[in-house]
């Protein structure tokens, strides 16, 4: 283990080993040869990085636990936080031969590390894999042009409500029966994934809880007070910052 807590260990996988998208597509030979050439990644905490925006591009990344998220620095130094990628994402896509975003930990993770070459072959030789990570990058697709209706469209009580909506449909969040959302990323992430800046992500959240919508219980913990009031935030005309 290095200086950042980071533990790589090369493994051979078993049948049921290995990402879902090679286990689904490939034959038991294909798999073995493929995983044979791959790295299982272990991250101890959050914060450390899996690759950075400009850097070369060598590996492709498959999320197996925890939240990767990526990011990009704009011209004036701010960070914009693009997506949050769970287990059975893919990262480490490129373009001329370079990462264009950052990709680091939420907390803790672990993920498959395959060589873009090996892959590449792998690809070459079976059509059906290219098929299905065709499929998976075709939905990352549509979720980032939603996320720009969100965030062109809605106010930022709503971008707060949207998004506190979906991470109720993730599974493991969100507590029905007591109505409590754990929130997997801090408040900084929260802010800069919506276009706001810290302040102004704060007092989203007091208007919510001022309209009786949500109750922050702890940090990370928010008891979903009206769900259907969530909802119907959305879908207003927007008015004003909040």
């Known amino acids: 283990m290095d200086r950042l807590g980071l533990e790589i260990r090369a493994r051979l996988f078993e049948p049921a080993g290995g990402p879902s998208i090679i286990r689904n597509v490939l034959s038991r030979e294909e798999q073995d040869q493929l995983l044979q050439s791959a790295t299982f990644v272990e991250y101890a905490h959050g914060g450390q990085t899996l690759f950075s925006e400009g850097q070369e591009a060598g590996f492709l990344y498959f999320i197996d636990a925890g939240i990767i998220r990526i990011s990009r620095c704009a011209e004036n130094g701010r960070r ?10 893919i990262v480490g896509l490129f373009e001329n031969g370079r990462y264009t975003n950052s990709a680091e930990t939420v907390g803790v993770a672990k993920v498959y590390r395959i060589p873009w070459q090996r892959m590449q072959q792998a690809m070459r030789s079976e059509p059906a894999l290219q098929l299905h990570l065709f499929v998976k990058l075709a939905d990352d697709y549509c979720q980032a042009e ?14 707060l409500a949207s998004f506190l909506l979906e991470l109720i449909q993730m599974p493991g969040l969100f507590n ?7 929130l997997p990323v801090n408040r900084f992430d929260l802010a800069d994934y ?5 302040k102004s ?18 940090s990370r913990t928010i ?9 119907r935030l959305c879908q207003e005309q927007p008015r004003s910052h909040h």
């Open 223 to 231: 008891q979903i007070v009206d769900m259907g009031g969530l909802h």
């Open 201 to 218: 992500f704060e007092r989203s959240f007091a208007a919510l809880e001022s309209r009786g919508l949500i109750r922050r219980v702890t």
């Open 194 to 198: 919506l276009g706001m800046v810290t």
């Open 146 to 159: 939603h996320r720009i209706m969100t965030l062109g469209q809605q106010n930022s009580c709503q971008r």
């Open 80 to 89: 914009q936080v693009l997506a949050f990628r769970v287990p059975g994402d």
């Open 176 to 182: 029905e029966r007591q109505s409590l959302l754990q």
